[in-house]
């Protein structure tokens, strides 16, 4: 089965997250990020959806 066929047997709205997935598990474990860095990435991007959600709400009220 091609890539593409696998991709297709994915739910819609799984595939983002399978393609993902598999990009940073070849990036661990190749040794280009840890775990850690990561964790550390996916906090920040976390924290910056937050207060870009906070902001839209805080002007909206305004």
């Given amino acids: 089965m091609s890539l593409e066929e696998k991709v297709q047997n994915i ?3 799984e595939r983002l997250a399978a393609a993902v997935y598999a990009l940073n598990t070849v990036l661990m474990s190749r ?3 840890t ?3 990561l964790e550390e990435g996916f906090d920040s ?3 910056r959806k937050e207060l870009l ?3 839209a709400t805080a002007s ?3």
Wanted: no cysteine.
């Fill in 11 to 13: 739910p819609e709205d």
């Fill in 31 to 33: 040794g280009i990020i």
């Fill in 35 to 37: 775990r850690e860095e």
């Fill in 45 to 47: 991007w976390v924290h």
């Fill in 53 to 55: 959600r906070e902001r």
């Fill in 60 to 62: 909206s009220q305004a």
